[in-house]
């Protein structure tokens, strides 16, 4: 192999490496999943227990009551008043969460601040279901 045809290798290899991140990025499945965990914690920065419940999943309305889920959205997500700034921090499509069957899901980061809490970390875990993402678990660190 001669340098030049050496150095267009390397070259072909750096830019794929640097590319490929930006391809998964780019995946419509990410996309669509951060979009589907915007709209619900639209209603949860309402404290829209009824709005959220609706819009989640299945496994999420099977874990929980309308009831229970309105006591721990009021106990947890209240205190921290209202919503300041959301940026996604990371996505990830995974095939196995813990606790549930193999399937399409996916987990989307979020980094938050809140009037009353300078910065904290939201987890929403989202199923493909029905040929739509809908949330099936909530986490604020």
């Known amino acids: 192999m001669s340098a030049r045809a050496g150095r267009r290798a390397a070259l072909a ?3 794929a490496w640097a590319l490929a991140p930006a391809a998964q990025a780019q995946d419509p499945r990410a996309s669509q999943a951060q979009e589907q965990a915007r709209g619900w ?3 949860v920065d309402r404290l ?12 999420f309305r099977e874990a929980l009551t309308p009831d229970r889920w309105r006591a721990a959205l009021t106990r947890v997500r209240r205190p921290f008043d209202e919503t300041q700034q959301r940026a996604v921090q990371s ?6 969460v813990p606790g549930q069957p193999e399937g399409d899901y996916a987990l989307v980061g979020f980094r938050t601040s809140w009037a009353k809490k300078a910065v904290g970390r939201e987890l929403v875990t989202l199923e493909h279901e029905g040929g ?8 604020i660190q």
């Open 13 to 15: 290899a750096l830019l």
């Open 41 to 43: 914690l639209a209603f």
């Open 48 to 59: 829209d227990a009824d709005g959220s419940y609706r819009a989640a999943g299945a496994k």
């Open 91 to 96: 996505t990830k499509l995974v095939r196995k």
């Open 132 to 139: 739509r993402w809908r949330v099936i678990g909530y986490v």
